[in-house]
């Protein structure tokens, strides 16, 4: 059976020691999605919110969330991150806005939880930005989609 590496025997809380671990390229790809009405997406896409250009300032949210992962995550190493992209596209099936973040890394430890991080905080960002006109909106989905790289080696999420 798997353990919990952030336990120590005695079942504290503990950061992981990744001194002994190589560095290699690591890559993790997560999403997420706020769900609007389709009014509000229009709203969002037209550019015309309240509060300015919803897509870009999720965009930098999300880059500057990753970055600070280890500051809001207790147990995360800082990481010398060489890549965040935050991409925010309409879903007007949905009727959402899907976030997807990339985050790369050459280092001891992965970065699934600055990807995840990102997400989070840009969908959080898109529904300040909207919640004038749509309390009611609802993040979901948030996950891991990929991630490489590491002893763990090559993840790849399932279809929901």
Do not use: W
Not at 28 to 56: F, P
Request: hydrophobic share 45%; with cysteine; proline share 4%.
């Amino acid at each position: 059976m798997a353990k919990l590496t952030h336990i120590d025997p005695g079942g504290a809380a503990r950061m992981v020691d990744v001194s002994e671990k190589a560095a290699t390229e690591r890559v993790a790809v997560a999403e997420g999605r706020v769900r609007m009405s389709a009014e509000t997406l229009a709203l969002v896409m037209s550019g015309n919110a309240k509060k300015g250009d919803v897509l870009g300032a999720a965009r930098i949210a999300g880059i500057m969330a990753a970055k600070k992962t280890s500051e809001l995550i207790p147990l995360c190493h800082p990481l010398a991150i060489t890549k965040v992209e935050v991409d925010v596209a309409p879903d007007e099936g949905a009727p959402a806005l899907l976030v997807r973040a990339t985050v790369k890394v050459t280092g001891q430890t992965g970065v699934e939880m600055e990807a995840l991080t990102a997400v989070s905080v840009a969908c959080l960002t898109v529904y300040d930005m909207i919640k004038a006109v749509e309390r009611g909106a609802v993040i979901d989905g948030i996950r891991l989609i990929e991630k490489s790289g590491g002893k763990s080696g090559h993840f790849r999420a399932r279809e929901p």
